[in-house]
């Protein structure tokens, strides 16, 4: 009996552990359920353009530095309301008594329907039926129209020009009122589009914007920027290894980078994320040797803080500041150079609304936003129109691809071609043809060399046509879907360009990468002196320089606190104990008293400049001051000269000397310094001479400037005087 009665209790035992189980496995099939319709409705309404392709490439690349909102709406939306909904059907399970247990198959039911019709329509939604079709069907599109340029002759002019191309996250010509080209009826990008039909974006003679269009592979950031390199789309086959574990990216593809690296410039890629995300820094480097200014540099290099992190990593009004510093320091270079960059703010969803964005479009962000980077990227532009090497440097300025954002173009007509932004700014050629273009994203590879003056034979490299020549383009010759369509199927081209792609030495070069990081690294204790009045400056010394290899040069760039305007750079002396000395001078920076940056520059050999540490430096208002009514006589045609005098003259100080330095109004180069004669009347004295100027009439500008015992030169006035026929 007591062994029968032991059998009975452990069969008891096994049934409650049983039903436990099914319970649990039962709230796991709903939770699954939920999760599955959740994630599919947040996709579509996150992505609302997005593609299998598109899918395929992310699944496979890296997510390091993925914007942290992204990742929480996507916890907050799904696994959370699926957790809280299957605690919610738990409780209610428990009060329903006898008829709990139909109730919870009729939920099981009921959600494997939902989860069924989510899978269903991702499955349509993402045409998975084709895309499966035609990763099946073979075509050989790809390669009846890829101009190798292995195998094209180029040529470059004599004196090679810069570029700097800026990428313009999901900017599109759509974002232009209607008579513009664009579909608003209030422009949300006045000034882009302005810079667009000033400059060249292949209209011709319409007075419409006009841009590229994005094809299959090249609709998402990583596919849009391989479009407009290589003149190929993005298609990756499918396969276990990720590309976070590859050392290369297409190693058989021949880009952009690869061309200007072999014609020696000198290449640097900016971007406010981080580098690693799609595979971008692989890319770059392995195409061209790129040096990387991504987020994670600005926070190695102290350019930004240790904890800062907004959106994608930092916003578009640091980019633009950074790419003034970089573009600075490497113009002075002699070799020419590619500085490419990429935007940030107007990344779906809403984009980033910094301190500066206004509110001209009242609730609705990302057309503020839209309207800001409309603002910052021209205002950008013409800096770089003021600098000294824009006379040799092109510019473009792309969309990467049509905006993700999930209701910003709702209302925006089926029949209206939605194009990215495009323009081409100083460019060494013209068009051939004054037709309206009609071209992809892929054209714009060599288009970018042509703009540089590069001749190339037949005019097309990749899929893309030379838009500056008379050639059709593949959407000309063939119309857009049938393009499309000749991308989306499976190339045996393309397998053999893919087919190189190495996982096994990734590790080997991330501890290259990791020790040449170490190698070229340089570390040093830097102190700034106060500012000195006698001699006008403040002292910047670096001691205890410390690298690995041999220090090249130490720099620094100074910039005022309040306003990042790029100022003055000086190069560091070396001092006989090791340590290096920089001399910040108040008459460099006009004695305009403040705070200023000094952004110290270190170069290792064999490598370009890096920022060591950026400290800050004061100048002060000098406590002497001299004061004088200044009066500016007419010219003397007979005797040649006009006189300045400086009557009334105060000081705290005695004054040990008053000069003037005159420029000619509209030139930039100091023509001559004058010493002012003290009078018996206790007026000072200056003397223009217009021999001194080859008696060129005009306007001239004269700073004066006056000395005591105890201060340095500053600066009293500025006046203008007139050498008449």
Same mark, same amino acid.
């Given at each position: 009996?007591?062994?029968?009665?032991?059998?009975?209790?452990?069969s008891?035992?096994?049934?409650?552990?049983?039903?436990?189980?099914?319970?649990?496995?039962?709230?796991?099939?709903i939770?699954?359920?939920?999760?599955?319709?959740?994630?599919?409705?947040?996709?579509?309404?996150?992505?609302?353009?997005?593609?299998?392709?598109?899918?395929?490439?992310?699944?496979?690349?890296?997510?390091?530095?993925?914007?942290?909102?992204?990742?929480?709406?996507?916890?907050?939306?799904?696994?959370?309301?699926?957790?809280?909904?299957?605690?919610?059907?738990?409780?209610?399970?428990?009060?329903?008594?006898?008829?709990?247990?139909?109730?919870?198959?009729?939920?099981?039911?009921?959600?494997?329907?939902?989860?069924?019709?989510?899978?269903?329509?991702?499955?349509?939604?993402?045409?998975?039926?084709?895309?499966?079709?035609?990763?099946?069907?073979?075509?050989?599109?790809?390669?009846?129209n890829?101009?190798?340029?292995?195998?094209?002759?180029?040529?470059?002019?004599?004196?090679?020009?810069?570029?700097?191309?800026?990428?313009?996250?999901?900017?599109?010509?759509?974002?232009?009122?209607?008579?513009?080209?664009?579909?608003?009826?209030?422009?949300?990008?006045?000034?882009?589009?302005?810079?667009?039909?000033?400059?060249?974006?292949?209209?011709?003679?319409?007075?419409?914007?006009?841009?590229?269009?994005?094809?299959?592979g090249?609709?998402?950031?990583?596919?849009?920027?391989?479009?407009?390199?290589?003149?190929?789309?993005?298609?990756?086959?499918?396969?276990?290894?990720?590309?976070?574990?590859?050392?290369?990216?297409?190693?058989?593809?021949?880009?952009?980078?690869?061309?200007?690296?072999e014609n020696g410039?000198k290449?640097?890629?900016?971007?406010?994320?981080?580098?690693?995300?799609?595979?971008?820094?692989?890319?770059?480097?392995?195409?061209?040797?790129y040096?990387?200014?991504?987020y994670?540099?600005?926070?190695?290099?102290?350019?930004?803080?240790?904890?800062?992190?907004?959106?994608?990593?930092?916003?578009?009004?640091?980019?633009?500041?950074?790419a003034?510093?970089?573009?600075?320091?490497?113009?002075?270079?002699?070799e020419?150079?590619?500085?490419?960059?990429?935007?940030?703010?107007?990344?779906?969803?809403?984009?980033?609304?910094?301190?500066?964005?206004?509110?001209?479009?009242?609730?609705?962000?990302?057309?503020?936003?839209?309207?800001?980077?409309?603002?910052?990227?021209?205002?950008?532009?013409?800096?770089?129109?003021?600098q000294?090497f824009?006379?040799?440097?092109?510019?473009?300025?792309?969309?990467?691809?049509?905006?993700?954002?999930?209701?910003?173009?709702?209302?925006v007509?089926?029949?209206?071609?939605?194009?990215?932004?495009?323009?081409y700014?100083?460019?060494?050629?013209q068009?051939?043809?004054?037709?309206?273009?009609?071209?992809?994203?892929?054209?714009?590879?060599?288009?970018?060399?042509?703009?540089?003056g590069?001749?190339?034979?037949?005019?097309?490299?990749?899929?893309?046509?030379?838009?500056?020549?008379?050639?059709?383009t593949?959407?000309?010759?063939?119309?857009?879907?049938?393009?499309?369509?000749?991308?989306?199927?499976k190339?045996?081209?393309?397998?053999?360009?893919?087919?190189?792609?190495? =996982? *096994?030495?990734?590790?080997? #070069?991330?501890?290259? !990468?990791?020790?040449e990081? $170490?190698?070229?690294?340089?570390? %040093?204790?830097?102190?700034?002196?106060?500012?000195?009045?006698?001699?006008?400056?403040?002292?910047?010394?670096?001691?205890?320089?410390?690298?690995?290899?041999?220090?090249?040069?130490?720099?620094?760039?100074?910039?005022?606190?309040?306003?990042?305007?790029?100022?003055?750079?000086?190069?560091?002396?070396?001092?006989?104990?090791?340590?290096?000395?920089i001399?910040?001078?108040?008459?460099?920076?006009?004695?305009?008293?403040g705070s200023?940056?000094?952004?110290?520059?270190?170069?290792?050999?064999?490598?370009?400049?890096?920022?060591?540490?950026?400290?800050?430096?004061?100048?002060?208002?000098?406590?002497s001051?001299?004061?004088?009514d200044?009066?500016?006589?007419?010219?003397?045609?007979?005797?040649g000269?006009?006189?300045?005098?400086?009557?009334? =003259? *105060?000081?705290?100080?005695? #004054?040990?000397?008053? !000069?003037?330095?005159?420029? $000619?109004?509209?030139?930039?180069? %100091?023509?001559k310094?004058?010493?002012?004669?003290?009078?018996?009347?206790?007026?000072?004295?200056?003397?223009?001479?217009?021999?001194?100027?080859y008696?060129?009439?005009?306007?001239?500008?004269?700073l004066?400037?006056?000395?005591?015992?105890?201060?340095?030169?500053?600066?009293?006035?500025?006046?203008?005087g007139?050498?008449?026929?």
């Amino acid at each position: 009996m007591k062994i029968q009665v032991g059998k009975k209790e452990l069969s008891e035992k096994q049934k409650k552990i049983l039903r436990k189980v099914k319970v649990i496995l039962q709230y796991v099939f709903i939770f699954l359920s939920l999760l599955i319709a959740t994630t599919v409705a947040w996709v579509f309404r996150t992505w609302k353009g997005l593609t299998m392709e598109e899918v395929v490439f992310h699944i496979q690349a890296p997510t390091t530095g993925t914007d942290s909102g992204i990742i929480s709406s996507f916890i907050l939306t799904c696994p959370l309301i699926s957790i809280v909904l299957t605690l919610v059907i738990l409780l209610l399970h428990k009060r329903l008594g006898k008829i709990k247990d139909i109730a919870v198959l009729g939920l099981m039911v009921a959600f494997l329907a939902v989860a069924a019709f989510s899978v269903g329509y991702m499955w349509n939604r993402l045409d998975i039926t084709a895309y499966a079709k035609n990763q099946t069907t073979e075509s050989t599109f790809i390669e009846d129209n890829y101009a190798d340029p292995k195998e094209v002759e180029l040529t470059f002019p004599e004196k090679k020009r810069n570029l700097i191309y800026i990428y313009l996250e999901s900017m599109e010509d759509t974002y232009a009122d209607k008579k513009s080209g664009g579909a608003f009826e209030k422009s949300r990008i006045p000034e882009l589009a302005k810079l667009s039909l000033e400059n060249e974006n292949f209209s011709g003679n319409s007075t419409a914007l006009n841009g590229g269009i994005p094809m299959y592979g090249a609709t998402w950031t990583m596919g849009a920027l391989f479009a407009q390199t290589s003149g190929l789309p993005l298609n990756l086959p499918i396969r276990g290894d990720l590309m976070s574990t590859q050392s290369e990216f297409l190693p058989g593809v021949i880009n952009l980078g690869d061309i200007l690296e072999e014609n020696g410039y000198k290449q640097y890629f900016l971007m406010g994320s981080e580098a690693e995300f799609a595979g971008r820094d692989l890319y770059y480097k392995q195409h061209g040797n790129y040096t990387i200014y991504d987020y994670n540099y600005s926070l190695e290099n102290g350019e930004i803080p240790e904890d800062y992190h907004v959106f994608w990593g930092y916003e578009d009004a640091k980019l633009f500041e950074f790419a003034k510093q970089h573009l600075t320091q490497i113009s002075k270079n002699n070799e020419p150079f590619n500085f490419s960059m990429l935007t940030v703010d107007t990344h779906f969803e809403d984009g980033y609304r910094c301190k500066d964005c206004p509110n001209t479009f009242g609730d609705d962000q990302y057309a503020n936003v839209m309207a800001c980077s409309s603002k910052k990227v021209t205002e950008f532009v013409k800096w770089i129109q003021e600098q000294d090497f824009y006379e040799n440097t092109t510019i473009v300025i792309s969309g990467d691809h049509l905006t993700m954002d999930s209701n910003f173009c709702d209302d925006v007509p089926s029949s209206y071609e939605r194009k990215v932004y495009t323009t081409y700014i100083n460019s060494a050629v013209q068009p051939e043809t004054e037709d309206y273009r009609e071209y992809s994203t892929m054209d714009n590879f060599p288009t970018t060399l042509a703009s540089l003056g590069v001749e190339i034979s037949g005019n097309r490299l990749g899929l893309g046509t030379n838009l500056f020549s008379s050639e059709e383009t593949l959407i000309e010759t063939y119309g857009k879907e049938q393009v499309n369509t000749g991308l989306k199927m499976k190339s045996k081209f393309m397998d053999e360009l893919t087919k190189d792609i190495v =996982v *096994e030495n990734a590790k080997k #070069v991330q501890e290259e !990468e990791k020790a040449e990081a $170490e190698e070229k690294k340089i570390t %040093a204790d830097i102190t700034v002196s106060d500012y000195d009045a006698l001699s006008d400056s403040f002292k910047v010394s670096l001691s205890k320089v410390k690298c690995q290899l041999p220090v090249e040069s130490i720099q620094c760039t100074v910039w005022k606190s309040d306003g990042m305007k790029a100022l003055v750079w000086y190069e560091a002396e070396k001092q006989e104990d090791g340590t290096y000395s920089i001399e910040v001078k108040g008459s460099d920076l006009a004695h305009e008293e403040g705070s200023y940056d000094v952004i110290v520059y270190g170069q290792a050999e064999g490598y370009d400049p890096s920022v060591i540490k950026t400290v800050t430096g004061e100048i002060k208002e000098p406590e002497s001051k001299i004061t004088a009514d200044v009066t500016v006589t007419n010219y003397d045609f007979r005797k040649g000269y006009f006189d300045v005098i400086l009557s009334n =003259v *105060e000081s705290t100080e005695p #004054v040990t000397a008053i !000069e003037c330095t005159v420029w $000619e109004k509209d030139g930039t180069v %100091a023509l001559k310094t004058y010493q002012a004669k003290r009078q018996g009347d206790g007026t000072y004295l200056l003397r223009i001479k217009a021999m001194d100027f080859y008696y060129k009439t005009g306007t001239y500008r004269i700073l004066i400037y006056g000395q005591t015992e105890n201060s340095p030169m500053m600066q009293m006035d500025e006046v203008f005087g007139e050498i008449t026929g």
